[in-house]
């Protein structure tokens, strides 16, 4: 069975600059995932879909950050302008329903620096 | 909102020694428990869970935990450790009601020969 797929691994762009990550979570799976892990940090959820529909972006700085998920399957997430603050790495998961006892399966990140 | 406290974010244990990780959380109301591992350069894996039944939670590569609900607490073990145990683990807690899921800061274990 294939795995969460992340794309780029890294991305290093200027301040005020845009850029855009990409998520394809494992087939059939409905609830995909957003997270911001900053370093020496846990990961903070910033946007849950659940097929394509946005159930939480309360944490998303909607001012700067974006996120879709067309068709209920990948998933984009977009910042438009970063800030030296966005450095972080970014994870993508996805799980099967949408219970709170999901298990979520990780990608393996995009590790976006900000100069 | 919810808190998850890992004590100690560094912590080194001699090869074949006991492991143990700790993870308290803040809700009055027991959540679901998580563990996960990440290994350099790998997504999150999770290790186990307790969502309800049994306190005592087995996962894989030989570690457990157990809930204590008195003590609001979630802590990993395993009895012996081995150099391959050494990455960053992350305790989450996710509530019985909403969609939230927050991450402890990590753990990051560190195994010597």
């Known amino acids: 069975e294939a795995g969460v797929a992340q794309s780029p691994r890294y991305k290093i762009i200027e301040k005020r600059q845009s850029v855009a990550f990409w998520c394809n979570p494992i087939?059939?799976?409905?609830?995909l995932y957003w997270y911001q892990q900053i370093l020496g940090q846990g990961p903070k959820l910033l946007i849950q879909?659940?097929?394509?529909?946005?159930?939480?972006d309360s944490q998303l700085p909607k001012d700067r950050f974006s996120a879709e998920r067309l068709k209920g399957v990948d998933s984009t997430l977009k910042i438009q302008p970063a800030k030296l603050e966005d450095s972080a790495v970014y994870l993508c998961?996805?799980?099967?329903?949408?219970?709170?006892?999901?298990?979520?399966?990780f990608g393996p990140g995009t590790r976006l620096t900000v100069l | 909102a919810q808190s998850v406290t890992q004590l100690g974010s560094h912590v080194s244990v001699s090869e074949g020694a006991l492991v143990l990780l700790r993870c308290n959380y803040s809700?009055?109301?027991?959540?679901?428990l998580f563990w996960y591992v990440q290994y350099p350069n790998q997504g999150l894996q999770l290790l186990l869970k307790?969502?309800?039944?049994?306190?005592l939670v087995k996962g894989i590569n030989g570690f457990e935990a157990e809930f204590k609900k008195s003590e609001t607490s979630f802590h990993l073990t395993k009895p012996s450790a081995h150099m391959s145990d050494a990455a960053e683990y992350f305790c989450?807690?996710?509530?019985?009601?909403?969609?939230?899921?927050?991450f402890g800061t990590g753990t990051s274990l560190t195994v010597i020969p």
């Open positions: 879909f659940q097929n394509n529909g946005v159930v939480d």
């Open positions: 307790y969502t309800t039944g049994a306190t």
């Open positions: 809700s009055s109301v027991p959540p679901y």
């Open positions: 998961a996805s799980s099967l329903a949408n219970g709170p006892w999901d298990e979520q399966f």
């Open positions: 087939s059939g799976h409905a609830t």
């Open positions: 989450a807690v996710s509530e019985a009601f909403g969609n939230q899921f927050y």
